[in-house]
């Protein structure tokens, strides 16, 4: 199986931590986030770990170089001379994916005890195009879905609001996307947006068309590290359930 980790980001509302390294090395209890995503995507049977790479990107592609996982390879997709954000980063990346089986896709600064076998069995029973793992959590950004399908996508702060369903005046359920999805491998030559694109535009355009499902789970054991504030609340989780996070 292979897995992307969205790692390029600048992280510029985590500085002072992002000043000197790229986001995905800011440690967690003295593990480097990039580490605790890889672990866990190896513990579920992943082989091939692409890394986008991008801030401070040649400190983070000679960390790569040495990690040493037995059977698993690691790849970097080069996007230092420009940031592509998810969508563009992975059709950089696309043909370092190729393959038969589902894709993990996961974001560098997220920590989280989704069980992502679960998860895997959840996409291969139900066969959509993509699986997006989302929480019920306050958030000002979130998917609708419909019926578990994806339906649209609403910013309750701005007030824009994009359907990609007929919702027949059906009532649709809000829940917040939480970095992580798996897609077939079907799904990389659809992608036709060109440059800088977030895989959320990718993902309301092929809705209209193709089932993208919901795999609801915990939000209570999740958390980014997008600022200092917050690295240091998924700091507290770790402490506080440590066993979820092995």
Known sequence: MKAMIFAAG?????????????????????K????WVAEKLIATGVTDIVVNIHHHGDALETFIRHLNYPGVRFHTSDEMAKLLDTGGGLKKAAGLLQGDEAICLYNADV??????ADMLRFHNEHQP???????????SRHFLWLDGKLAGWENTTTGQKILCRDLANRQTKAMAFSGIHLVEPTLLPLITEEGRFSIR?????????????AYEHDARYWADIGTPEKLEHAARLLEQYPERFQ
């Open 10 to 30: 600048l992280g510029v509302r985590l500085k002072p931590h992002t000043l000197t390294k790229p986001k995905a090395l800011v440690p967690l209890k003295r």
């Open 32 to 35: 480097p986030m990039l580490v």
């Open 111 to 116: 920590l989280c005890d989704i069980n992502l």
């Open 129 to 139: 195009l993509a699986t997006l793992a989302v929480t019920r959590r306050a958030s």
């Open 201 to 213: 535009q990718l993902y309301l355009r092929l809705a209209k068309d193709y089932d993208l499902m």
